[in-house]
């Protein structure tokens, strides 16, 4: 089961410990969705969700000023009982010192941003939905190519490194050469990036591993990257037919989203790099709503129409 430290959060969303004696070595965040403890400071503690990252914003911090030491302090030590990733106080309010003396005896860190709680609780589900997405590592290329992640895939040894190494050349940007981590966000979204032990290198044969982000400078890297498209390079095979039109689009699956596929098959002269960067720009054309497939067909319609007439 996916999960991220506690002090990653911390770090990635600036939050200021407020009980620096509780350690966060051993503690972390296993679901991306966050909860606003308000029937449970009254008391209602039933099907409460315990893994969620809870967050105190103005109104939770006025009902708490309102309630009478005793009620405060049942309260306390019922919510802290549950054994919470943390507590995140936001818009810089200050928790009184009996919830911090608690939160220090049983082992649970509190924080507090300045953030507003409706901009805090948004970026903060919107960035362990990523981080704790469902993942799969495959056997490819990822590139940026014009704003549109490629995926390439193929056999080892057909070129898909080399491939990529053109499209650097060409201005393009690398996001991980070799080993792919692909995230699924949300069910029509896929994130691809690089593990940290092979980020920023491509293996050559022949040559060895090649810094990219050293050799050709940062702006030909990229840490994420969300899957548009998929390119797979095979072996020529002159009794196949291939689609020379691309009236039907074909789809590959990962994690159960699709994903707009072409097969390129790989023939000495064949320059992959830059039928890799038309395929890119003709996907964003057609997203953009002009299919030069359609417009053919269409013409060629009317030409038959014409004759016929």
């Known amino acids: 089961m996916s999960k991220i430290e506690i002090q990653k959060v911390v770090e990635k969303m600036d939050l200021k410990n407020l009980t620096p004696d509780v350690g966060l070595a051993d503690k ?36 708490l000023e309102q309630m009478d030491p005793e009620t405060k302090r049942r309260v306390y030590e019922t919510l802290l009982a549950y054994k919470i990733p943390c ?5 810089d309010l200050k928790p009184d010192k ?25 970026e903060l589900i919107r960035w362990l939905n990523v981080q704790l997405a469902p993942c799969i590592s495959i056997h490819g290329v990822l590139v940026d190519v014009y704003g549109v992640g490629v995926l390439i895939m193929g056999e080892s040894g057909i070129g898909k ?3 990529a190494l053109e499209l650097i050349k060409r201005g393009h940007r690398l996001v991980t050469d070799d080993v792919v981590e692909i995230h699924k966000v949300s ?6 990036r690089s593990p940290e032990i092979t980020k ?15 050799l050709f400078g940062v702006e030909c890297v990229k840490e994420t990257q969300q ?20 009236l039907q689009e074909e789809y590959t699956e990962f994690l159960g989203n699709k994903v707009v596929c072409h097969s390129l098959p ?33 013409r060629v319609q009317e030409t038959m129409a014409r004759r016929n007439s």
């Not at 040559?207 to 982000?213: A, F, H, L, S, T």
Request: aromatic share 10%.
């Open 28 to 63: 972390y965040v296993e679901v991306p969705d966050i909860n606003r403890p308000a029937l449970q400071l009254t008391g209602f503690f039933d099907h409460f969700d315990a893994e969620r990252v809870q967050i105190i914003g103005y109104v939770e911090y006025t009902f």
């Open 187 to 192: 069910d029509d979204t896929l994130v691809g």
């Open 87 to 91: 507590i995140i106080f936001c818009r």
């Open 227 to 246: 899957i548009d498209m998929v390119i797979k390079l095979e072996d020529w095979d002159k009794d196949k037919d291939y689609d020379r039109l691309g």
């Open 266 to 298: 790989v023939r000495p002269g064949r320059n992959l790099a830059i039928i890799v960067e038309t395929a890119a720009v003709n996907h964003r054309q057609k997203k953009m709503g002009y299919n030069a497939a359609q417009e053919l067909y269409r």
């Open 161 to 163: 490194s080399e491939a």
């Open 98 to 122: 009996e919830l911090l003396e608690k939160a220090l005896e049983l082992d649970v860190p509190i924080f507090s941003t300045e953030m507003k709680t409706s901009a805090f609780t948004a």
């Open 200 to 214: 920023h290198f491509i293996e050559l044969r022949g040559i060895g591993i090649v810094d990219v982000k050293t």
